[in-house]
């Protein structure tokens, strides 16, 4: 595997590497990001893998200092599943001077969900992954629909902007006990962790309740925050929406999608279920 650091030596490595698929990651890498990365060798001749914790996209106060940096175990994980080229930019190289351009998403997309708990977080993301797509100029890229808005801002993003980019969205990949596979998961304590697939039960539950015919859907998400507090979490939403746009759904609608985000002691975990 090939590593840059700048964006000269990427772009020069990159000339005669046929389809170039890309999988950006902020690193710390788990079985989640590796499962991305062998759907990207379907997808082209060169698999290319960006780690880049990237400040934009995190509000003061929340984890950005202290997100896992991993490289080594990284890198290694990354020769292991066959990635040809890693990108990893130190911020000045990112951001040599202050961003002031920004990619902005659609208020009624980036408004709700996770975006009502961490405003500007997408338009981060947006952003740096446009940015991303403008250094490698990859055919392909891949994202995970563990963070499914963000998937949605992205497969968006390309369609609207007239993207020369086929976006990729891979399924979730879970522990045994369903628990989607995070970066954050690491921060649960020995005593969260057993509790932490809750989440993911709760939402299969709803799942199943909508596919027997249940149409309450604000009943349901009560019923789903109230368990998750009487447990000990802190919700922060629990919603059925339109996989289109994660809009609320009416009667007849179907691809529909459960998500879920809630504070299991100081880690906030993420998850959603398509129906
Ligand atoms: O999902 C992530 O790890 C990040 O949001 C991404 C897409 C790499 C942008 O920083």
């Keep these: 595997m090939k590593i840059h650091e700048t964006i000269t030596g990427l772009r020069s490595a990159l000339k005669d590497a046929g389809r170039v698929v890309l999988v950006p990651t902020m690193g710390n890498?788990?079985?989640?990001h590796i499962a991305l990365m062998?759907?990207?060798?379907?997808?082209?001749?060169?698999?290319?893998v960006s780690i880049f914790v990237n400040r934009l996209q995190f509000r003061p106060g929340e984890d950005f200092e202290k997100y896992p940096r991993t490289f080594t175990a990284d890198c290694e994980r990354l020769v292991a599943a066959g990635v040809d080229h890693l990108f990893c930019p130190v911020e000045s190289e990112m951001y040599p001077?202050?961003?002031?351009y920004y990619v902005e998403p659609p208020a009624?997309?980036?408004?709700?969900l996770e975006g009502e708990f961490r405003p500007?977080?997408?338009?981060?993301?947006?952003?740096?992954?446009?940015?991303?797509?403008?250094?490698?100029?990859?055919?392909?890229?891949?994202?995970?629909?563990?963070?499914?808005q963000q998937m949605l801002v992205l497969s968006n993003m390309a369609h609207d902007l007239a993207l020369p980019i086929e976006i990729i969205a891979a399924d979730t990949v879970r522990a045994e006990d369903g628990l989607a596979l995070s970066s954050r998961n690491g921060f649960l304590s020995p005593q969260e962790r057993p509790e932490a697939p809750r989440l993911h039960r709760l939402l299969e539950g709803m799942r199943n309740a909508i596919l027997a015919g249940e149409r309450d859907l604000a009943q349901l998400e009560r019923a789903a925050m109230a368990e998750l507090q009487a447990h000990g979490w802190k919700p922060d939403y629990i919603a059925v929406r339109k996989q289109s746009n994660l809009q609320r759904p009416s009667t007849d609608d179907a691809s529909l999608v459960a998500l879920g985000a809630a504070r299991l002691g100081a880690t906030r975990l993420i998850d959603n279920l398509e129906i």
């Design 29 to 32: 890498l788990h079985d989640g």
């Design 38 to 48: 062998r759907e990207a060798h379907k997808y082209g001749d060169t698999v290319l």
């Design 97 to 100: 001077t202050p961003q002031r």
């Design 108 to 112: 009624e997309l980036i408004n709700i």
């Design 120 to 148: 500007g977080h997408f338009r981060g993301v947006a952003t740096v992954v446009q940015k991303l797509f403008n250094i490698a100029q990859p055919q392909v890229a891949v994202f995970g629909k563990k963070d499914y």
